[in-house]
Each structure stands twice: as structure tokens, then as C-alpha cells.
């Protein structure tokens, strides 16, 4: 009887060198033979040590939350403080939080002087972030997900994150203030940082009116006022999100130049007469089919020769890469709807919309974003 193609026997391959040498390196008695053998041992320790920081990444990320929670950073920015007094401004023991900050040196994220404790310059650069701080405390909802990775992967598991993020659900979920100021605060903190990264990355020189699609609460379009005289910018995003943009806004000189669009770019039409487009960090909340509508949307809202600039955290692609196929991809599946997709996958999506002339700019810090641009055809 013929099996079929799935249960066929696999056939045993003829070995080439690299498989040889992965079975090498996966024989525990040549891996100690080569970690005292001089020409390797410098191999086999700095492997020994990568794997090491994947299997202890979650401990890691725990003393980072805790050392954020207890605001250790803060308390001994201008001053190194011991354990013992670190201790009783937070309440914990001692020999606790002894362990705690000796944990936090040996990330580099502090700097131990006898028994003071000072920040590192790393340690020093996490407050300046803006929104990083909040970002890793939110992270509780998506650890709490990814408690068994294999059931969350089966999709037999009801990730919380989601209810975190309701928006993506449709214009209809938001509708609740609270919600809406939940999320659109942390996303605001956390735009500033990707407004600089998309502004170093594309010049808006020659553009003149800039739709900012789910531009949130408007940290990119104030950004991009400020570097761009004489631009005007649309915001368009749910009601509810840009109430609280009138709201963060308000009394700000950006605004002169400011126009507020609220709407959902599921149901309504796009604001007409901009030459340009951005959809900053929107295109991996969604599934390929809201997207591709939206990127058809936008291209029928733009002029011939209109520019669409896309810009988010993306996948490695054929370079698969630890924050943008580990972090924002297991992030996106707890999301549901959304995914992350490289920078050749946008740009297929886009040239399948119809857009030219597309363009993909290398990352400055690809763990705040990457950027593709395109164009519509020229008529
Ligand atoms: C020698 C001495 C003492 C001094 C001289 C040294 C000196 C001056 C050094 C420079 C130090 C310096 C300025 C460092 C700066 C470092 C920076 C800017 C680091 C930035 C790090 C940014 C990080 C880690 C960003 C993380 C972002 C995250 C985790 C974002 C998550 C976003 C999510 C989950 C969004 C979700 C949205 C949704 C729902 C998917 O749509
Ligand atoms: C991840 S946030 C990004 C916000 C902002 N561009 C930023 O980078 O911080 C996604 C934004 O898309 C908006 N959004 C989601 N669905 C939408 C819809 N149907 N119409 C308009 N905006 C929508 C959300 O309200 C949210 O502000």
C-alpha cells in the first residue's frame, strides 16, 4: 500500500560537512573535548554563554520588572544607596534586596562600589526612554500569556494582552473612555521615540499635507510639524483616540498647522487632499486582509506621484532577528489579529495594492522601527 506523502519514510540523506559538524557539536563528548582544547575553548565558552542568556531570558526580564516596579533606578540615579537602604524605603528584606541589586549588576544595568550600588549608564538610559519604563511593567499580561508556549502556540490558550489593546478589535471596542486613555497613553510615551526614528529615516521636505492614519494621539504629527515648516497634518484615528489627542495637544503652537480627522479606516472614508500618508506602527495590529483594503484605501485617497509611508517594528525576513521575530511576533500572536511582517512582505502588500516605486530604507535601530516607503503611480 502506498503511504501517503506525509507518513513516507524520510530517506536517509548523504552527510555533508555541516552536518557532520552539527552532530559534532551535539555530542557531549566532543563538546568536552573542545571546551579544553586551546584552539576551541574560547568557541565553546561564548557559545555556552549565548545559550545561557536564552535559557535564563525570562529570569532576566523578571529582575528588570522588579528593579522598574520597586523604581530602583530612580532612587539611585544621584545617589548609590546600599542594600539595607534600598531595603527599607521599599519594605523588602535586606538579604532580598541584596540579591535583587547584585542581580541587576550582573545584567549591567547597575554598578556595584563595595557594598553601594550605582546605575550603569544602561541602567541610567532605561529612564530615559520614554514609555519604557510602563512598557515592561505591562509585560505581567504577556508573560502571563506565554506561560506554556506550546499550549499559546496550539491556539488552545485566551491571551489577556488583547483586552489590553481593544482597538484592534474595531472602531466598536473602544468605545469606553478608559480603555481608550489606557492604551493611547503608553502608546503615546512610547511614539515619541519611533517619531525620531521615522523623521531621521525619510526627509517630509517637498510634502505639504501629511495624513497620519491611526496616527494615535499625535506625537508623530506634532513631531513632524516641528521638522517640517510649513506642512499641515491630518490625524485620523477613532473618536475616542482623538478626543484624547485634542486633549494632549491642547494649547500646543503645533496646532495652528493640526487638523483632526476622526474616523475608522475600516467604515469611513480617508481625509481627501494630502500628499503624503503615514501608517505608523498600524499595519501589524491587523491580518493581511484588513491591510491590504487599507493600503488600497489609502493609495485611491492619495494623488498620483503621493507618497505612503509605512513604519513599525518588522520581522528579520530571511535574517530573522530576535526583536522583531521573537518580542514584537509572539507579541502580535497574544494580539490575535495582528502580525509582524518583514520589510519585503510590506512592500509585497504594497506593490500588490498598486503602489510603486518602493523603497526599503536600512533600520537606524530596528528595535523602534523600520520603515518602507512607496508611491502612487504617476499618472
Ligand atoms: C561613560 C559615561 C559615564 C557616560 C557617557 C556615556 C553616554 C553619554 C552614553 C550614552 C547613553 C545613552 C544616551 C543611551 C541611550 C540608549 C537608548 C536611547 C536606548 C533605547 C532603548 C529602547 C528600547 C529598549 C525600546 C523598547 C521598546 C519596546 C519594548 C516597545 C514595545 C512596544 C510595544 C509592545 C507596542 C505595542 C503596540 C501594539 C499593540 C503591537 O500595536
Ligand atoms: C499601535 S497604535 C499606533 C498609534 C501611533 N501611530 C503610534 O505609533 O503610536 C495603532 C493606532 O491605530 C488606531 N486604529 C486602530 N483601528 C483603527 C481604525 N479602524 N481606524 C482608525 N484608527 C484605528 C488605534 O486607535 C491606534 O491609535
Avoid: N
Amino acid at each position: 500500500m502506498a503511504l501517503a506523502e506525509d507518513t513516507k519514510p524520510i530517506s536517509p540523506r548523504r552527510p555533508t560537512w555541516r552536518s557532520r559538524l552539527l552532530k559534532l557539536a551535539a555530542s557531549p563528548r566532543f563538546q568536552s573535548w573542545a571546551a579544553r582544547f586551546p584552539l576551541t575553548r574560547g568557541l565553546v565558552r561564548r557559545e555556552g554563554e549565548a545559550l545561557f542568556g536564552i535559557v535564563q531570558g525570562f529570569v532576566a526580564s523578571q529582575v528588570l520588572f522588579a528593579l522598574v516596579e520597586l523604581r530602583i533606578p530612580h532612587r539611585i540615579l544621584e545617589r548609590p544607596g546600599t542594600a539595607k537602604e534600598l531595603a527599607s524605603e521599599v519594605g523588602l528584606a535586606v538579604d532580598r534586596m541584596q540579591r535583587l541589586l547584585q542581580a541587576g549588576a550582573g545584567l549591567g544595568l547597575l554598578r556595584r562600589r563595595g557594598d553601594r550600588f550605582a546605575l550603569s549608564t544602561r541602567g541610567a538610559a532605561l529612564i530615559g526612554v520614554p514609555g519604557l519604563e510602563d512598557m515592561i511593567r505591562h509585560h505581567d499580561l504577556l508573560y502571563r500569556d506565554l506561560a506554556d508556549p506550546v499550549a499559546f502556540l496550539r491556539g488552545d490558550t485566551q491571551p489577556e494582552l488583547a483586552r489590553f489593546w481593544p482597538y484592534v478589535f474595531g472602531a466598536g471596542a473602544a468605545e469606553d473612555p478608559d480603555t481608550a486613555r489606557r492604551y493611547s497613553d503608553l502608546m503615546a510615551q512610547s511614539q515619541g521615540l519611533v517619531a525620531q526614528e521615522v523623521l531621521q529615516t525619510v526627509s517630509l521636505q517637498g510634502t505639504t499635507r501629511l495624513m497620519d492614519i491611526g496616527g494615535g494621539t499625535g506625537a508623530f504629527a506634532a513631531a513632524a510639524l516641528k521638522a517640517t515648516p510649513g506642512l499641515i497634518v491630518t490625524l485620523m484615528d477613532l473618536p475616542q483616540v482623538i478626543d484624547a489627542a485634542r486633549t494632549r495637544l491642547a494649547g500646543s503652537p503645533v496646532l495652528e498647522r493640526l487638523h483632526f480627522f476622526p474616523g475608522s479606516f475600516r467604515d469611513d472614508p480617508l481625509p481627501s487632499g494630502a500628499d503624503a500618508a503615514t501608517l505608523v506602527r498600524v499595519l501589524y495590529d491587523h491580518a493581511d486582509d484588513t491591510v491590504t483594503a487599507l493600503l488600497q484605501k489609502v493609495k485611491r485617497a492619495l494623488p498620483p506621484g503621493g507618497r505612503l509611508i509605512v513604519a513599525e517594528p518588522m520581522s528579520g525576513g530571511e535574517t530573522p532577528d530576535p526583536i522583531g521575530d521573537v518580542y514584537f511576533a509572539f507579541y502580535c500572536m497574544a494580539m490575535r489579529t495582528g502580525t509582524v511582517r518583514s520589510q519585503a512582505e510590506i512592500a509585497a502588500l504594497l506593490a500588490e495594492a498598486g503602489f510603486v516605486d518602493i523603497q526599503t530604507p536600512r533600520p537606524l535601530r530596528a528595535f523602534v522601527a523600520s520603515v518602507v516607503t512607496a508611491r502612487v503611480p504617476s499618472a
